[in-house]
């Protein structure tokens, strides 16, 4: 007595099949889509992995630092060593430019207007251009003035030598007007030197000279023959070839003494023309 449901009414059973088939093909379909473009099963087998950014592969490195970036470094260091180095060199040109300049404008000029052994005017602008060895002493002087005349020409001989250095002009400036006279003079330098020139003058002109290198001089008392010595400062000067004085030798400095000193204020003169701090 019992009918199917299926027998009663199939057409309701044909319909709730079919509506079954669509919703199973809708879900088959939504299936294939999620696990085609999203993470698929892999995914929901290690949840951890999930959502979390790959680690960024980088090729040809073996650690953090390469000699690459070592040898970018280790230039960038050297250069910035070397500027360092070249503006603490520039600065102390500079200073030391301005303690010339100090003293060779303030304390000694340098400045002269004298005769030389030839009997030819010649003022202290007549040497511009050239570095000056100046000693101040007296044709009658026994044995200092002799001396120094030997070691400021050994000097001078010394630095011809010497492929690239300058010419250094020696002088020779008397403080006896009295009894120097130009051919006193003359005869006296070519007792040395054919480089060496002898400067003189009258009394004024000769004390404007020693006034303006800060030279002492005194003539002492005469004896029965009217003979006499001249107390002086026994000093060579250096002057450069702006005019300026720039260094000085006592008595006591040997000529590889005065040498070296002369060559380290040439190599400071030649900076101080081209340096920027000017």
């Excluded at 251009?129 to 001989?157: A, M, N, R, S």
Aim: charged fraction near 25%; aromatic fraction near 12%; include cysteine.
């Amino acid at each position: 007595m019992f009918i199917s449901y299926s027998t009663k009414f199939p057409y309701c059973f044909r319909l709730n099949l079919c509506v079954r088939k669509t919703v199973n093909g809708l879900h088959n379909v939504i299936a294939l889509r999620f696990f085609k473009n999203g993470p698929g099963l892999q995914s929901f087998s290690n949840p951890t992995s999930q959502g979390l950014p790959k680690k960024k592969e980088v090729f040809g490195k073996k650690g953090p630092i390469s000699y690459k970036t070592l040898l970018v470094t280790a230039g960038l260091s050297g250069s910035l060593l070397a500027f360092m180095l070249y503006v603490r060199k520039e600065k102390e040109a500079a200073i030391q430019l301005e303690r010339n300049r100090a003293l060779g404008k303030a304390a000694i000029s340098g400045k002269f207007n004298l005769v030389d052994h030839n009997g030819v005017k010649k003022s202290s602008d007549d040497f511009l251009g050239q570095w000056l060895l100046v000693y101040f002493g007296f044709t009658h002087c026994p044995d200092i003035c002799p001396d120094e005349i030997e070691k400021l020409v050994k000097v001078v001989d010394n630095l011809d030598q010497m492929k690239g250095v300058p010419k250094v002009q020696p002088l020779f400036i008397t403080v006896d007007p009295d009894r120097d006279s130009i051919q006193s003079v003359e005869k006296y330098v070519k007792e040395f030197s054919p480089k060496l020139i002898g400067l003189t003058g009258n009394k004024e002109q000769i004390a404007e000279a020693c006034k303006n290198f800060r030279v002492y001089f005194s003539a002492g008392p005469r004896d029965q023959d009217d003979d006499y010595i001249v107390d002086h400062t026994i000093i060579v000067y250096l002057i450069n070839p702006d005019g300026e004085f720039v260094d000085y030798y006592g008595q006591n400095k040997t000529s590889e003494n005065i040498s070296a000193g002369i060559l380290l204020n040439m190599s400071k003169f030649d900076q101080s023309k081209h340096s920027f701090w000017k």
